[in-house]
Structures are given as C-alpha cells and as structure tokens.
C-alpha cells in the first residue's frame, strides 16, 4: 500500500525497537499508531525509531523518538545502535551522523558488529534537569520511598543525557527489589517536571554496575542505553567508580555488557550490541502493519 512505510523489530540488549523509515515523507509516525502498535504482541515496544531526511546540514538523518504511550522521547541509545546497524547493512557505511531533539549524535559500526553512539555530554544544573525544587549538588538530592526512618530507596543522583535520569544506588541486586511498584511513583514524582528514568544501580567492582531501570513513558524495560550512561556518570561523580565501566543490565536476557566510557572531553560514549529480528511494512497514521521476514537487518 502506498500509505505504508518499511519498518524493522529490533533490540538493544533486550530494549524493544522499531526502525521506521520515513524519510521521502513530510508525515509522521502518529501517537495513535504508537499506542496501537505497542498493544499487539508482536510489535510491543519500549521505543520507535523513525527515521526522516536529515534537516541539518552533514547530518545523515533526523531521528524522531517515540515511547510506547506514544509520548516523545528525548534520546534512546539502544534505539540509536538498531538505527546504525540497520543503516550500516542498507548502505555499507560505518559512520553516521543524526540529529534528535536532544542534539548531535556520532555512532560508528565497528568490525565485532558492536555499535558506539556518543551521546553527548551531561547536564548536572537542576534546572535543566529540570527538577521542580533547587539543589546545588545534583549528585545526591533528598528524595525517597518508604518510611522515613527505613525508605527502601533513596539519595538519588539525577542528571539529564538529554532526557532526565534518576539513578538510586542500592547494596544488593536490583532485581531484588520491586521496581514495577516503585517506579511509576517515581518516574511521576513531583519533583520530575518532565517526569524521569528512573534506574537501580549496585557497584560490582571498581569498573563494574549492575543496573535495572523503569523507563519514563515505557514502564519497566529490559535494557536501557541513556540510562546505563547515567548510572555511568553518576557513579564516577560520586567516586563509586572511575569514568569507565562495564553495565551488567540485570534484567536484559542478552548477557552482553555494555561499555560506558565518561572521557575526559565530557562526552559519554556506549559501546554495546543491536539485534534484527524482522521487518514488515506500516501504516504511520494507524499502526498497521504486515510481517515480512527478509534475510538481515535492513531499511531502505
């Protein structure tokens, strides 16, 4: 049909994609057809990709996010690597060039098929967070859930990677804690104008986090790239870690780290895997879609 565009599923670590090619198009992929793709089983995900004709010179494409509740996203850096893996096997090429909402983002394919996306520098200031109240050290602010003499979480560190973050530091694994209960009021406080990813993170070593995280706009996600850059950051902020470390995703199936590397220019680079797993065509407008399994990764 001519309404219909191509599209790939795809995963970063579990994180749920869709690769939607729009470009040669002035529409866009609508929140209807959001909400209504996300409701079918076999295309339930925590983040489209739609990729437009670029509209900044030496860039290779805009990128408009979607979260499943068909709200905007900011930034996804596991939605990032599924963009260039799918871009790489279309063209060949190995270094790309797009622009979001959040800024300019650099990734090249390497020749393991990893992906590296440099996402950008933090931002610490409260107000550009945002955070609703003034906190001159961002890297510990008052916050907690549960009693107050005994909260179950609490000091989180918060930052924006172009979207806002709050990473809880906790002693024992994240997977332990019941973070489909905490994260909606969390992810909803009213400290988070915007409203906040929220993610649990346990230092296993001087290089090494654990982290699980409740995605804003998505819920409860197996993986997440700009939030795995945050509890990077946090944790060399706040001396738990040095600037490079390794993420253990504790609820990811795929048990393949992701490499977090906070340079010494600011510029949070990750380092991680994108995966196909099939392509069909749809309707931006309502959601539509069919299925058509093709041999790789691709959109064109």
Do not use: Y
């Not at 983040?47 to 979260?67: E, R």
């Amino acid at each position: 049909m001519a309404d219909q565009v191509e599209f790939a599923k795809m995963n970063g670590l579990g994180n749920k994609i869709l690769v939607v090619d729009m470009r040669g198009r002035a529409d866009t992929v609508t929140p209807q057809a959001a909400i209504a793709l996300n409701a079918d089983p076999a295309t339930q995900f925590d983040q489209i990709m739609a990729i437009h004709d670029p509209k900044a010179q030496g860039t290779d494409a805009w990128i408009d996010i979607l979260n499943s509740d068909g709200s905007k996203a900011q930034a996804c850096g596991n939605g990032t690597r599924c963009v260039v893996q799918a871009l790489a096997a279309e063209t060949g090429r190995k270094t790309f060039t797009f622009q979001t909402v959040a800024g300019i983002l650099n990734a090249v394919e390497h020749d393991d098929g990893t992906i590296s996306v440099d996402m950008g520098k933090p931002v610490f200031a409260w107000d550009r967070i945002p955070l609703a109240e003034e906190f001159f050290d961002t890297s510990r602010i008052e916050l907690q859930i549960g009693p107050i003499d005994a909260p179950v979480l609490h000091s989180p560190s918060v930052m924006s990677m172009g979207n806002p973050h709050a990473v809880f530091w906790v002693d024992r694994d994240p997977m332990d804690f019941d973070l489909e209960r905490f994260g909606p009021l969390l992810e909803n406080h009213p400290m988070f104008p915007e409203k906040a990813n929220i993610t649990l993170a346990q230092v296993t070593s001087e290089a090494g986090l654990r982290t699980r995280t409740w995605e804003r706009g998505a819920g409860l996600t197996l993986a997440c790239g700009s939030a795995a850059c945050a509890a990077a950051v946090s944790a060399a902020r706040t001396g738990r870690t040095g600037r490079a470390v390794t993420i253990d995703v504790a609820s990811s199936p795929i048990r393949q780290p992701l490499v977090i590397d906070w340079r010494a220019d600011d510029h949070v680079v990750m380092t991680g895997p994108a995966e196909w797993e099939w392509s069909g065509k749809l309707d931006p407008r309502t959601g539509g879609f069919t299925r058509e399994v093709v041999p790789e990764a691709q959109v064109h």
